[in-house]
């Protein structure tokens, strides 16, 4: 609140000194938290939730204007200060939304070193206690802090306390539980003896304490803004929005990808001939490394990389079968792996064998961002669920990519792949691309 109170003033002074006014820096702060709060910008559940909390934001920049135009039809009468207002609004919206991004990071960086988290108690099966536990432990920093976990089958107990979580009790003891650890939300998983009376019993006793309670969703992987409540006669169904895979969804998409890779290509020329030329003289081949790999809808083309390795690479591979860090899937990826040379190592830890791609992208073949570029042997082996991947372009970069890349097990890449293409969005892109070059800093997984 006090973050935009700071970009109101600052709005007001900047609108002051276009256009002289005073009215407008005593109007413009206690109507923009007015609307703000009118636009639950400040409810707790939104905050640090990113995309909706700007959504808010942005909702109540709009409905600044009309505000101040049903001021001045009923009020005031001051055109000076109906046009005043009006002008506010956007650069009130330009410093509101990048105080707000950085009060998100640090409440997110505030969350992953264990501070400011809520206390919450998971009630359900155990099966489904270790699937949400893994979930939350694999993302980044999150409001929610596991203190106990209350079982619907507690005889599977052993499973919750190898992931060093305390079992406190079974479902009847869950009022009891939250009374003691003084638990802020407690989170109800699907479970088969969980019907309708139960869980309003469990919000009852949840709304008794002054704590929230949540039911966590059978899918998984699905973005919040594919879900929306609607009620039929009453009971509130939660509609899941169908992937945005269409081609004229994406247009834009393809445009900025293709826009971006050619500006890519010009500013970095210079360095990748440079990079050419090390490759040609550090080993005998090509400096270019070409193979067939699958695009959307099955489609083959030749993706282009620097070469890392020997070029007899793919006759030794047999060789290093036995030494797959990737043996609980279809990838093959070899720690310290002898066929890559000396410059090959360095290209690969710093992802720069990856920039002749840009060619695949301004053909056509790939995005900027997508999942991993698979193998046409790989894909012989997709089963139908796994084939989705194969609806969208493989990306330059992707959701493997900052997650951990070559260390990431086989299934923990594809759910990233799948749940890329069911949930894309532009934020989604952009988010992607900007946690690229930390990921590509750290080095994690390239090898």
């Keep these: 609140m006090v973050a935009d109170s700071l970009a109101a003033v600052a709005a007001a002074f900047a609108v002051h000194a276009a256009y002289g006014r005073w009215a407008v820096a005593l109007v413009l702060p206690p109507t923009w938290i007015a609307v703000m709060l009118a636009h639950r910008s400040y409810d707790r559940s939104a905050l640090g939730l ?11 920049a709009v409905a600044l204007p009309a505000l101040a135009a049903g001021a001045y039809w009923f009020f005031t009468h001051d055109l000076g200060l109906l046009h005043d207002m009006t002008m506010a609004a956007v650069p009130a919206t330009a410093i509101a939304l990048p105080v707000r991004y950085a009060l998100r990071r640090r409440l997110h960086r505030r969350w992953a070193r264990g ?23 694999r993302g980044g920093g999150h409001e929610l802090h596991v203190a106990g976990v209350c079982l619907s089958d507690p005889g599977n107990a052993a499973e919750i306390r190898k992931l060093g979580l305390p079992v406190l009790g079974g479902v009847d003891t869950m009022n009891d539980v939250v009374r003691a650890l003084g638990v802020s939300t407690v989170v109800a998983l699907p479970a088969p003896e969980f019907d309708a009376s139960v869980l ?24 919040a803004s594919r879900l929306t409540v609607r009620p039929a006669n009453g009971v509130p169904l939660v509609r899941i929005e169908a992937p945005n895979l269409s081609r004229i969804s994406r247009l834009p998409k393809e445009l900025l990808d293709r826009s971006l890779a050619a500006a890519f290509l010009v500013l970095l020329a210079l360095p990748m001939l440079l990079v050419a030329l090390v490759v040609r003289m550090d080993s005998s081949g ?59 190592s360095m290209l690969r830890r710093s992802s720069l064998d990856e920039l002749p791609q840009l060619i695949n992208v301004i053909s056509g073949h790939m995005s900027l961002v997508g999942p991993r570029p698979p193998l046409p042997e790989e894909v012989e082996e997709y089963t139908a669920e796994v084939n989705r991947r194969l609806l969208v372009k493989p990306g330059l970069t992707g959701l493997w990519q900052v997650s951990g890349r070559s260390d990431l097990p086989w299934e923990e890449a594809v759910r990233l792949d799948l749940g890329y293409v069911d949930n894309w969005s532009t934020s989604l892109d952009v988010s992607i691309l900007l946690r690229t070059a930390s990921a590509v800093v750290r080095g994690t997984g390239a090898y």
């Excluded at 990113?50 to 109540?60: A, K, P, Q």
């Excluded at 501070?115 to 432990?137: F, K, Q």
């Excluded at 083959?300 to 860090?325: C, G, I, P, W």
């Design 286 to 344: 090509p400096a270019l490394f070409r193979q067939q790999r699958v695009g959307r809808y099955g489609d083959h083309f030749t993706m282009l990389k620097f070469r890392t390795m020997r070029q007899d690479s793919e006759v030794l591979r047999a060789e290093l079968a036995h030494l797959n860090q990737n043996s609980d899937g279809l990838l093959f990826k070899v720690k310290q792996d002898p066929r890559i040379t000396r410059v090959g």
């Design 50 to 60: 990113g995309s909706e909390e700007y959504r808010r934001v942005l909702r109540g």
């Design 115 to 137: 501070r400011d988290r809520s206390a919450t108690l998971l009630v359900g099966p155990s099966r489904g206690v270790v699937d949400l536990v893994a979930v939350l432990r």
């Design 200 to 223: 309003r019993r469990m919000s009852w006793t949840a709304a008794a304490q002054g704590v929230d309670f949540l039911f966590a969703p059978v899918l998984s992987d699905v973005s």
